[in-house]
Each structure stands twice: as C-alpha cells, then as structure tokens.
C-alpha cells in the first residue's frame, strides 16, 4: 500500500488545507521531517507546527493492527523527546474494512489516548466545495452522497489544471479511487474528458488504463473464442493503448480470431 501512503502524505501537505483544517483543527504553518530514534518505523508519516506553534502528528493507515496504540505512543514520547512538547495525535484510517483499532493504552496509574478518525466520517461533499484540487481528491475517501458524481467532479477540476500539476492530481486520484474500488467508474469518467488521448500516453496513468483495457478484451475474446493462443497474446501485448478501444469493437463483429 505504498502507492497510497506516498499519494495522501503529498495531498496532505500540499493543497489538501480544508482537509488538515477539519483533522487538526487549524492550518499547518511547516511540516517538519524528522526520523526519530529507537523505534521499529522511525519515521512518522506527517509531523506539522500549527499557527499556535503546537505540534499535531498524523499516522495514516490502510489496515486493523492491534499495535497502533503502542507504536503510537512510542511515537508521541520521542516526539516529546526531540521538540519538549507532546504533539497532538491523529490516526487517519482510510481502509475500507471496518475500523476496529483502539485508541488507547490502559495499565495501572498508565493511560495513554489519541484520536482515531475513519477517513469517511469527514464531509466529503463539503471537501469537494474547496478551492483546493488536493481536497477535491481526497474526497474520494470520505462520505459521500453520490460516488458517481463526486467523481465526475473531481475528473473535471482536474481537467483544468495544466500540465504537469494535471498529470499528478490525476495520478494521485487512480491511487486513492482503488481504496474505494471506484477504478471502473473513474475510468468511465475520464474516457469521456477531452484529454483521454493525453491521459493513455502518460507514463503512469496510460499503462494503467491499458491493463485494464486489455483484462476486460482477453475476458471477452475466451468467452467467444476459446482460450487464447500465444500468437495472439503477443499481439495483444504489444497493442497501442489508443487503439485499443477500436480492437474491442472490431472483435465484435470478428467471426474468427485471426479475423
């Protein structure tokens, strides 16, 4: 899941401010990248100074595991180690499982909490109202009215951006739609924008696009013809991704599969 990690990390420091402003509560003035000592993953996945100059840590985390409440703590004691202040901790869940972590550590005279916040308790149609593209995107991950919709515009906010901040955003909406497994209906989408052409010649975007293009073809092609020959998985390998929507309505009407 590092694909998403790298992606929601760089929308949360970046234009995602509406997103930070409803977790933390006020604006991030600077992120501080910092490893911290003596701990199994030293780093933390985001680490900012508020306007009032107090520290809020924000863990993200695609999946249940019983040890968050220790690493966490292990972070925030060397956090207080490093800077002299404990930082105000938020674990943002964004997996779609249920949410079953605790939040807490109990022991004799020992009690130590944070707050644990699943990613689609937050507006997500309040999220897509932001000037902000970045909050736009992570919308995709809270709680929505209309999946299909928010993601129709989202694709159009996209849209208008200029290359490359296009290209990212695009990139950075594939990695976080697969969270919701919304990759069908994001892909309806953007066949449908005028820049579709763009998008299936981009180095990350195009292949992905076109693996799922050749996935639903191979199905359709065994389904009528049989299972496929090594002569015609090496053409389809080597296919244009351009082309590749014209060669499902040629099979069509193919009565054979060297036809």
Not at 88 to 109: D, K, N, T
Not at 144 to 157: N, Q
Not at 162 to 175: C, E, T
Not at 190 to 204: K, S
């Amino acid at each position: 899941m590092q694909e998403y990690d790298i992606a929601l990390k760089l929308l949360l420091r970046g234009s995602a401010k509406l997103t930070i402003h409803e977790l933390a509560g006020a604006a991030v003035t600077r992120w501080l990248d910092v490893e911290l000592p003596k701990v199994e993953n030293p780093r933390v996945d985001l680490l900012g100074e508020l306007e009032d100059g107090s520290l809020v840590h924000l863990e993200l985390q695609s999946a249940n595991e019983a040890v968050m409440p220790l690493r966490m703590a292990e972070y925030c004691l060397r956090v207080f180690r490093l800077f002299g202040q404990f930082p105000r901790q938020i674990l943002l869940y964004v997996g779609e499982a249920p949410l079953r972590m605790a939040s807490e550590l109990r022991g004799a005279h020992v009690w130590f909490e944070y707050r644990t916040v699943d990613m689609r308790d937050l507006d997500g149609d309040r999220l897509l109202e932001s000037d902000d593209v970045g909050d736009n995107v992570i919308a995709i991950l809270a709680r929505l009215r209309d999946h299909k919709d928010a993601v129709r515009k989202i694709v159009a906010k996209i849209a208008g951006l200029a290359p490359p901040d296009r290209d990212v955003a695009f990139g950075q909406l594939v990695i976080l739609a697969g969270l919701r497994r919304l990759g069908k209906t994001l892909e309806k989408e953007i066949r449908e924008m005028p820049v579709y052409m763009d998008i299936l010649e981009h180095e990350i975007l195009g292949p992905a696009f076109a693996r799922g293009e050749l996935t639903i073809l191979r199905r359709q092609i065994e389904k009528r013809f049989g299972p496929i020959p090594a002569w015609a998985e090496e053409r389809l390998a080597n296919w244009p991704p351009r082309d590749l929507e014209e060669l499902g309505v040629r099979m069509l009407d193919a009565q054979s599969l060297e036809e």
